[in-house]
């Protein structure tokens, strides 16, 4: 039988335990009170090779092109299964056409070779965040780390930071996302005017409906990584040249 003493002493010892394990388990995430930070699970920022080399002050957001020309940009956000990429390139090119893919850092990290498939085709390459977060909800040096490095990325890939920045998980740039682009040296930010909206899978058909608003000068938004965009394009070039319009690249566009 166990004196009075030792059963105190162990009823001690066992409330410490609970108190330690109470204090050390995960509770609740406490929603911030400012912007949103990056998720811990994002890759830390790494440190710039050189300074931006022309330092600026914001970028100029465009959405399309007032020029007049019967010229289109097909804009694609780049991430996923490189052998769909490839297939969007062969199409493209059946078709005579030039695109521009704003790449997500990550997607270019693992697929390197992605980035010398785009320029070889004759094909044009930009930023388009590190991570692909929802980027309006960060504070200034994170959301500028996550364009430096897709930044450098693209430097080291193809000698060139590429001609625009694109914000992501936004149609339109906040003018934070504008100021933090002009400091990473983007004179431009390149946002659209219409949204295919085939990350979310609709069907070819769909696809081919929202792109068929597409006017003289329109930019617009479409996805690698997504077979249902394949399927849709050779429609949408066919048509697009049936109106007159030729796709052409975002620099090309806005020149």
């Known amino acids: 039988m166990v004196d009075p003493l030792t059963r105190r002493r162990l009823f001690g010892v066992a409330l410490g ?80 056409a030039r695109i521009t893919v704003l790449a997500v850092g990550t997607w270019l990290a693992e697929h390197p070779d992605a980035a010398r498939m785009i320029r070889d085709g004759g094909h044009e390459l930009g930023n388009h965040t590190w991570s692909h977060p929802a980027l309006a909800g960060y504070a200034a040096e994170p959301m500028y780390a996550e364009i430096q490095r897709c930044r450098d990325k693209l430097a080291e890939l ?27 040296g983007y004179a431009r930010v390149l946002s659209y005017d219409i949204d295919s909206l085939d990350w979310k899978d609709p069907g070819p058909s769909a696809i081919r409906a929202a792109v068929a608003k597409a006017r003289a000068g329109s930019v617009v938004s479409m996805h690698l990584g997504h077979p249902g965009t394949v399927a849709a394009l050779p429609g949408i070039l066919t048509a697009l040249a049936g109106r007159g319009l030729t796709p052409v690249t975002a620099s090309d566009l806005l020149a």
């Open 158 to 184: 193809t000698g060139s930071p590429g001609a625009f920045f694109r914000q992501s998980q936004g149609q339109h740039a906040t003018p934070e996302e504008l100021a933090e682009a002009g400091k990473a």
């Open 17 to 96: 335990a609970a108190a330690l394990t109470a204090c050390s388990a995960p509770g609740p995430t406490p929603v911030p009170a400012g912007p949103v930070p990056p998720p811990s699970s994002a890759p830390p920022p790494s440190p710039s090779p050189s300074p931006s080399p022309h330092p600026q002050g914001p970028a100029t957001e465009v959405a399309r092109s007032s020029s007049g020309r019967p010229q289109v940009a097909l804009t694609f956000h780049g991430a996923g299964d490189p052998q769909v990429t490839r297939q969007v390139l062969d199409v493209v090119h059946q078709h005579g």
